[in-house]
């Protein structure tokens, strides 16, 4: 009887959602039992994804493996309480999106440090990073149409609707922030990049005057940047817990054919990801850099790249193995490491979102043609700026990505992909930081400081 009134009182027409929600609140436990062992992020997130995969195989199991299970009334309301979860975490990284990327942005530029060859070194690390950025999305763009991720995928709960994409022209004028505040309404994240780095620079330059004047908002920035770093930080932890509600309601409305649809995606960020590293090893040659000395030097970087997850944790290995080991000039590995850190991330910031581009635009039914390449490769290149490199802000980079291609209603489509993130984010991570390793010794190339005897000695060791 009160399990009766209990239903009654959560909208519930059925026992069964009743019990999915109690083996949904015990998989919480048993993760946050993990946490408080101090079981890592990343073992928590695999967990997470296990969890999910077994939950929504029992609730296909007590469907019956419907072929349409969202017409069962227990799966539908599971599946809706499940989105208050999945969804909710969803909508929290999203709230970040503005901010992060704006005080992100300005920070960079404010903690530039002053030297003899500053002007030419951020000009050359910009040019190659963004360069690179720009390659990146142009390989995630093509393997995603190549393999045609997304294709044939309905969307659940409603039907896919072909949208106009807008003429090159108008989407350039449109990125221009006329208005600060309506940009930042209707999302608009290159007007807002596009603001921050004029903030940046103009804040950078009267601190040479004015420097008393300027120094509180320096002190802001600073502060802010730690502030939302923090958030960020709480909210990511709990995308363990989000990822077991995102695997299951996916399992539980398309069923075992959503992995299937999910693993082509996954076949196709690996391919794209071989394909950039690539690049990388002949970026080098023609620049003068051994490829094989390189890769036996920067294996243990890679390994910790892709392990941790995190290019911020790979951050002090990187720079030292830029510096001992490939005799890269310390200030040049300093500032594009760290840069590439926050911007320019060829994995998180680049293939990655490219690659979801792809996919949701096929779910929509929306045309890919020439203009809608050009708007994603300015999209994604210039959003690439500001995303922060910690475990799971690649989810920023997506939603910034869509939100700047107009396709921020269709953001709940990438749930399958957010679930798995722990399978996909391993192979972006290295490509992350072997990318800002590689972008680290062409720029010193081109400032001629690099120490190739250094780099050449150092392999016979």
């Known amino acids: 009887m009160n399990s009766v009134f209990f239903t009654d009182f959560l ?13 949904l609140v015990g998989l919480f436990a048993v993760m946050h039992r993990l946490q408080k062992k101090k079981v890592n992020f990343s073992k928590r997130m695999v967990i997470g994804t296990v ?3 077994v939950l929504g195989l029992v609730i296909q199991f007590i469907s019956g493996f419907s072929n349409d299970p969202m017409q069962i009334t227990f799966v539908a309301e599971t599946t809706k309480w499940y989105g208050l979860i999945g969804n909710g975490f969803i909508d929290l990284i999203r709230m970040l999106v503005i901010p992060l990327v704006m005080v992100s942005i300005i920070h960079v530029i404010i903690n530039m440090k002053e030297g003899a060859n500053i002007g030419k070194l951020t000009k050359n690390a910009m040019i190659v990073t963004m360069t690179m950025v720009i390659i990146a999305v142009l390989v995630g763009l093509g393997v995603g149409m190549a393999f045609g991720v997304g294709k044939g995928m309905a969307v659940v709960g409603g039907s896919a609707e072909i949208k106009e994409v807008t003429n090159v022209v108008d989407t350039l004028r449109g990125l221009l922030p006329a208005n600060p505040v309506k940009a930042m309404v209707d999302v608009n994240i290159i007007a807002l990049v596009i603001m921050a780095v004029f903030f940046g620079m103009g804040a950078k330059r009267m601190s040479k005057k004015y ?7 320096f002190d802001l920035i600073n502060a802010l940047q730690k502030i939302i ?9 709990y995308m363990p817990y989000a990822v077991i509600a995102l695997l299951a309601n996916t399992i539980a409305q398309r069923g075992l054919a959503s992995v299937l649809e999910v693993g082509i995606f996954i076949v196709a960020l690996y391919v794209a990801v071989a394909i950039m590293f690539v690049i990388q090893l002949i970026a080098l040659a023609i620049f003068g850099v051994n490829p094989v000395i390189y890769m036996k030097k920067a294996l243990p970087v890679m390994i910790l790249a892709f392990t941790s997850r995190s290019s911020v944790g790979a951050l002090p290995l990187t720079i030292e193995t830029l510096t001992d080991k490939l005799g890269v000039n310390d200030g040049t590995a300093s500032f594009v490491a760290g840069f590439g850190t926050t911007a320019g991330m060829q994995g998180c910031a680049g293939v990655f979102p490219a690659l979801l581009l792809i996919f949701v635009a096929n779910v929509n039914g929306m045309p890919i043609d020439i203009t809608f390449i050009a708007m994603s490769v300015i999209v994604v290149a210039l959003g690439s700026l500001g995303i922060a490199g910690i475990p799971g802000t690649a989810t920023m980079a997506a939603s910034v990505a869509l939100s700047g291609v107009g396709l921020a209603s269709s953001f709940p489509v990438v749930s399958p992909i957010l679930a798995i993130d722990p399978i996909v984010d391993m192979g972006r ?3 992350n930081v072997t990318g800002s390793m590689v972008n680290a010794i062409i720029v010193d190339r081109t400032l001629g400081q690099m120490d190739m005897e250094h780099f050449r000695k150092e392999v016979s060791k």
Do not use: E
Request: proline share 3%; charged share 15%; aromatic share 6%.
């Open 429 to 431: 991570t290295l490509i």
């Open 211 to 217: 420097f008393d004047v300027v120094k509180p908002f």
């Open 11 to 23: 909208m519930l027409s059925d026992l069964r959602t009743l019990l999915c929600i109690v083996l």
């Open 51 to 53: 969890l999910g995969l």
């Open 229 to 237: 770093m923090s958030v960020a930080m709480t909210i990511i932890k």
